[in-house]
């Protein structure tokens, strides 16, 4: 993480709030037609606004501009982190929580990476994917024990995992099938070392598996495999790291609950795993435990991947794969074997895939920072005021108003 003072790349960060306002800035001097250095300091906004989203099962929180962080939808397990058991359809403080970096959303718990490089996590615990040493579920930020210089954050299921200054892995939370990557089948209530991990470069974390991209472009994967979502070539088990086959050119990772995505050099997309609704994007239902490369996926800005669904921020959204709740936001509940356009969705910078919804951020002209969702919707997850399901990208309540006023008019 940069220092305010110090210049450093216009090149977005994966969900990272100071990175992120930059590349913001630059879209909006190039749009009028100014040039800007990309040495320029970090710039913090004036004024709240989403700068990365992120989805949980039913759930979603978003990190605003000063580093604050709002929730909304389902919180039976405290995964809002407002200190109740309510939940909410439209996005709530979480307090007291603040100078944050990046976020992760789970099944039922949230976590935070501060910029301090240590980590908060809210919500469920019964297998101890808060980290902090109990199974007691928490409604408010409670610390992770024993993490420092933490530069990435991914949270599965019911467990999470964090990368490191020196490219180490730890993982905590439920271990059923190996998905901690510490050899045994053993819940940890505490960050615990992947064994054989150094220096790699990209996490994510799935229903039961976990990915990392490698220094050279390389990827491995531990955990759940049954339906060859480590992309080994077998349907085994794995509660150590494996070589992804084949795949050489990784940059970023996708991990949904039974598939992996990778986002390439060449920014295109590789996908393996289940494809029982059309997940890997191939044009099958043919599942594969080998990486596919998808057709016509070039120019892809990022990859996001839900339960069994997977999305693409391109000139706008493209997602393919299971659509029964309207995840793919086509007006449709058919599901996708390719991508398919998402409705209202030109000009995005993030977007999020939980299990049966699907949430980007837009950037639009006039200066409006504008968050929407489309998918399931019964715990009120896609922050519209509502519990109707919606195939129809909505735009989430206290999220459409303007991020720098009229700044450059």
Not at 38 to 53: D, E, G, K, M, N
């Amino acid at each position: 993480m940069p220092a305010r003072s110090r210049p450093h790349s216009c090149s977005p960060g994966e969900n990272d709030m100071p990175s992120l306002a930059l590349h913001l800035i630059r879209r909006r001097v190039l749009r009028i037609g100014l040039a800007l250095s990309c040495t320029l300091p970090f710039v913090a906004t004036a004024h709240a606004a989403p700068l990365s989203i992120t989805a949980g099962s039913a759930h979603t929180c978003a990190l605003e501009g000063p580093g604050a962080v709002k929730c909304w939808g389902a919180n039976a397990h405290g995964q809002l982190g407002d200190g109740t058991l309510l939940d909410r359809p439209v996005p709530v403080i979480v307090p007291g929580l603040t100078g944050v970096k990046t976020l992760a959303a789970g099944q039922d718990h949230t976590c935070a990476l501060l910029l301090a490089g240590t980590v908060k996590c809210w919500g469920r615990n019964d297998h101890g994917q808060l980290g902090n040493g109990t199974q007691l579920s928490s409604s408010t930020p409670v610390d992770v024990d024993g993490l420092s210089g933490v530069t990435a954050l991914a949270a599965g299921y019911e467990h999470t995992c964090a990368l490191g200054t020196g490219g180490g892995v730890q993982c905590w939370g439920a271990n059923t099938f190996g998905q901690i990557g510490d050899g045994t089948d053993i819940d940890r209530t505490t960050p615990v070392d992947v064994g054989g991990l150094s220096g790699m470069t990209a996490l994510a974390a799935g229903g039961g598996h976990n990915c990392v991209v490698t220094a050279t472009g390389g990827a491995k994967c531990w955990g759940y495999n049954l339906y060859g979502q480590l992309g080994d070539g077998t349907a085994n088990l794995r509660p150590t790291p494996v070589d992804v086959v084949g795949l050489t050119d990784a940059q970023t990772l996708a991990a949904g609950a039974f598939h992996t995505c990778a986002r390439t050099t060449a920014q295109t997309l590789k996908c393996w795993g289940d494809n029982s609704h059309g997940q890997l994007g191939d044009g099958s239902l043919f599942g594969s435990p080998l990486p596919v490369e998808l057709q016509d996926s070039d120019s892809t800005r990022a990859v996001a991947t839900g339960f069994e669904h997977s999305c693409r921020w391109h000139e706008y959204i493209q997602c393919w794969g299971r659509n029964d709740s309207g995840q793919l936001g086509d007006a449709t509940l058919v599901d996708r074997l390719v991508f398919t356009d998402m409705i209202g969705s030109d000009e995005p910078f993030l977007v999020a895939t939980g299990w049966h919804h699907t949430c980007f951020v837009q950037d639009l002209p006039g200066n409006a920072i504008i968050a929407k969702c489309t998918g399931a919707n019964a715990a009120g997850q896609l922050g519209d005021h509502s519990t109707a399901t919606r195939n129809i990208p909505v735009t989430v309540i206290g999220y459409g108003d303007t991020l720098f006023h009229n700044s450059f008019d």
